[in-house]
């Protein structure tokens, strides 16, 4: 591969063919130098056909049926005739070897279905790392003509917060029971959600759903909206009836109209764009400070310094800092 294949990727993409979409992701995905570059080069070159997508983020613990969901959803809309891709950022899909898309038995007709893309999370060794590579894939598939965009992402520690940042809606399914109705008001999801809907709302558990649904009410009139023009509704569905679904669909939708109506549409896009920016900076800048010769050199002494206490963190900082 060199860099004059750019313009091969980016017009295969531009083409909306999977063979180009799946290669263009795999060079996001990698992190050798010269693949960083190409990629970058890519995406300037994408860059002018992105944006049209609805981005839609999907939280929850594992179990809440994120998955479900996403591909009732997503046959829903595909055989309305949107394009939708699905994407997922999940940091311990490594580890556990797996990934939360990638059960096979999951999403199967979804990954079968002439209007869906189906890409499980990226390898990386942070969540950064595997976020922002989300965020070039997102951008890749809206310029491969897909519409819709669900990222879906495990609900531990700040996956969600990272991508309720690269997304227009999030929202955060929940389930009814087992002291599970106040599940991520400690995590602040409330504060980041554009909905909630409790899930499972099917069966035997409708009645329970339903005072569930009741209860985060209540808990979300103790957040203050992210915006003045939305607030955040409680909603209930389920995976498991036909249609379960589409009233969440049909909330983004509404969500969508008013915010482009008051203009904070693309207001959160910028502001989404600038702070992906520096995020980029931050960790480009560690990673260079990092790399540094002097840096280097000098950074076993200093360390062994500053833990028996012969030099003050702040002065070790300094001196640091001082070779970059
Ligand atoms: N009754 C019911 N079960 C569901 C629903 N959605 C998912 N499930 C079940 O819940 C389990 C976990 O679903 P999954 O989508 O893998 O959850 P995830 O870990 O959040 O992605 C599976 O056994 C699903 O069959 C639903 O709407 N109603
Ligand atoms: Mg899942």
Known sequence: ?????????????????????????TLVESSLPLHRTMAARMMDGLLPHTGKSVRLGITGVPGVGKSTFVENLGLYLANKGHKVAVLAVDPSSQRSGGSILGDKTRMEQLACHENAFIRPSPSGETLGGVAAKTREMMLVCEAAGFDVVMVETVGVGQSETQVSTMVD??????IAGAGDELQGIKKGILEVADAIAINKADGDNLERASSARQEYEIA???????SPTWRPPVLTCSS????GTVNVW???????????????????????ALDWMWHLLETGLKDRFKENPDVRANMPHISHQVENELMSPTAAAERLLSYV
């Open 240 to 243: 498991m009836l036909e249609g």
């Open 250 to 272: 049909e909330t983004v939708l509404e969500h969508r109209r008013k915010m482009k109506e008051t203009k904070e549409f693309e207001q959160r896009r910028r502001a989404q």
């Open 1 to 25: 591969m060199d860099l004059h294949q750019c313009d091969a990727f980016v017009k295969g993409v531009l083409e909306g063919n999977r063979r180009w979409i799946a290669k263009s992701m």
């Open 220 to 226: 979300m009139h103790m957040v203050t909206p992210e």
């Open 169 to 174: 809606f999030f929202l955060a399914l929940m």
